[in-house]
């Protein structure tokens, strides 16, 4: 596609559900990124892919976060028993290589935990 | 661990100048960047310098870095109304994912 597509654009879901985040990176990107921004805060990052190496997990808050990107392309990103803190938008974004200087962001997935 | 700082918030008139400070701690970045977010919106990055250069000129953007102080800022010259975001900082060292700052929220006044 043209850009970085993430689905669902906005999500509701109540305490204690799994929710799963979808995002579909440029065609061609090895490098694929999670990260998280909470309302008025930063962007806080979570996980990042690169190509076939393990990737950097060293961002997820909890092992209720889980992350897979099948065959180096579309990835989700899977919130289990969520909990109201986790109530954020969360940003995908690619780019071409490591170290690539541009990393593209999708819209975001709002995410309200109630 | 890589660390980025940045102020909260500017105002500025319309047509003046707007700085926007930026700081960092890890001296292996290789590639520093500003991204531009819009009310709603995704982030798009405006511009970016690598550890080698100390400004870069694009328009109304300049970045300058100064690389001792570990230190970034960005101008925008004419500053306009559609201008006003949010500009975050983020760096990276090439082999691990971009470290953003919090952001500083640029207000432009009419």
């Known amino acids: 596609g043209a850009g970085v597509s993430q689905s669902p654009s906005n999500k509701v879901t109540e305490k204690g559900k799994d929710v799963e985040l979808r995002c579909d990176p440029i065609?061609?990107?090895?490098?694929l990124y999670w990260y998280r921004q909470s309302l008025g805060q930063g962007l806080e990052f979570l996980i990042y892919?690169?190509?076939?190496?393990?990737?950097?997990k060293s961002g997820l808050p909890s092992d209720r976060f889980s992350a897979e990107r099948t065959g180096g392309s579309v990835s989700t990103l899977t919130i289990q028993r969520t909990q109201q803190e986790d109530s954020a938008v969360y940003l995908c974004a690619s780019s071409q290589s490591r170290g690539n200087t541009e990393a593209f962001f999708g819209q975001g997935t709002r995410l309200t935990v109630v | 661990g890589e660390d980025v700082e940045q102020s909260l918030f500017l105002s500025v008139r319309e047509g003046d100048s707007s700085v926007i400070n930026c700081t960092y701690t890890?001296?292996?970045?290789?590639?520093l960047y500003w991204y531009k977010q819009e009310p709603g919106a995704g982030l798009q990055l405006l511009t970016y310098?690598?550890?080698?250069?100390d400004m870069k000129q694009d328009q109304r953007l300049t970045v300058l870095l100064n690389k001792k102080d570990k230190h970034l800022s960005l101008r925008i010259a004419d500053t306009q109304t559609g201008d006003s975001a949010i500009y975050f900082c983020a760096e990276t060292a090439g082999r691990r994912a971009l470290t953003f700052g919090s952001g500083t929220r640029l207000q432009v006044q009419p």
């Open positions: 310098i690598f550890s080698n250069m």
């Open positions: 890890d001296s292996s970045s290789t590639y």
């Open positions: 065609s061609g990107h090895t490098a």
């Open positions: 892919f690169q190509g076939n190496s393990a990737p950097d």
